[in-house]
């Protein structure tokens, strides 16, 4: 059955490719439930995902960035797919690297009941990574399929970091914490898509992404059900470590809400480990 939502993530990937190449880059007049103003290549790409989807009668409903409520589809079905159709959007019109999101999970919305994640990346390539077990790499060939190229796994410690929001709104610990980063050699990486930042640190074995929370956002910005655990999912089974930058692993948050977001941290052992001894506990 998983094979079948896989296969399906496969024809989204090549369909969702083959319109960023060509469409129209303008705005739509309508905001998404966080508040970001919707580009027509958004809504499309949430198109092509629930039409693809609603073909699959193991699909039990969807939950999309883009939609505000979750939208069901097969009642005594047993998966749920969370997904952000195309995260990094509003980078098409400077041709960098963009992708797609998912999450599915096992009758419900629980961060234990998350069995499987993957994610595209629109790039010069268009290659698909996708967990289970261990995350792997695909690369769309010549002929139109994706092969598979390799096993991704994170070394004990990287070079990379990546740190989004604006700087003025961060925390004093975050800041001493990323310049402490700088001190010991690591060089920045931020694109302003996570798929495009996440996706190099691990091919490239390592490093932090951090998203924290700021001053005008405490809870961060990214969203829980299909941005963070789809990719904590895949940094934890490529031997990495999550936080919210006090807990043990972002799987240990509770779910609210369907928008809801909240700050992350994705990591090598290594930096998270230093991460802990900068953030500490939050009841100080
Ligand atoms: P999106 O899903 O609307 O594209 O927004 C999510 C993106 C992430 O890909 C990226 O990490 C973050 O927003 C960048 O935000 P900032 O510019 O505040 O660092
Ligand atoms: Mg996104």
Not at 115 to 144: F, H, M, Q
Request: hydrophobic share 40%; aromatic share 10%.
């Amino acid at each position: 059955m998983m094979e079948r939502i896989f296969e399906t993530i496969k024809q989204i990937a090549v369909k969702i490719s083959n319109e960023i190449k060509f469409a129209d880059l303008g705005y739509t007049d309508h905001a998404n439930a966080t508040g970001d103003t919707q580009l027509k290549l958004d809504v499309l790409s949430d198109e092509i995902i629930t039409r693809e989807f609603a073909n699959l009668d193991c699909v039990k409903a969807l939950v999309s960035e883009e939609k505000d409520e979750m939208l069901s589809l097969n009642e005594n079905a047993k998966f749920i797919v969370a997904y952000d159709p195309l995260d990094g959007s509003s980078l098409v019109d400077v041709n960098f690297a963009i992708g797609s999101i998912f999450g599915i999970y096992e009758n419900e919305l629980k961060p234990e009941n998350l069995v499987a994640s993957a994610y595209s990346v629109y790039g010069p390539r268009l290659e698909l990574v996708i967990c289970t077990d261990k995350p792997k790499l695909y690369r769309l060939n010549k002929e139109g399929k994706f092969q598979f190229i390799k096993d991704l796994q994170l070394k004990e410690k990287g070079k990379l970091n990546a740190t989004g929001a604006t700087q003025k709104g961060w925390s004093d610990t975050h800041a001493k914490f990323i310049r402490e980063l700088f001190e010991r050699g690591y060089r920045l990486r931020y694109s302003g898509a996570m798929v495009s930042d996440l996706h190099q640190i691990l091919l490239k074995g390592g490093g932090l992404f951090s998203y924290p929370a700021t001053t005008d956002a405490p809870n961060g910005k990214l969203r829980v059900l299909f941005e963070v655990l789809p990719f904590a999912f895949i940094y934890e089974r490529a031997g990495g470590v999550t936080s919210d930058g006090y807990s043990a692993s972002l799987f240990d948050i509770k779910i609210e809400k369907i928008h809801q977001t909240t700050p992350c941290f994705f990591g090598s052992k290594e930096e998270i480990k230093t991460l802990h001894e900068f953030y500490g506990s939050k009841n100080g």
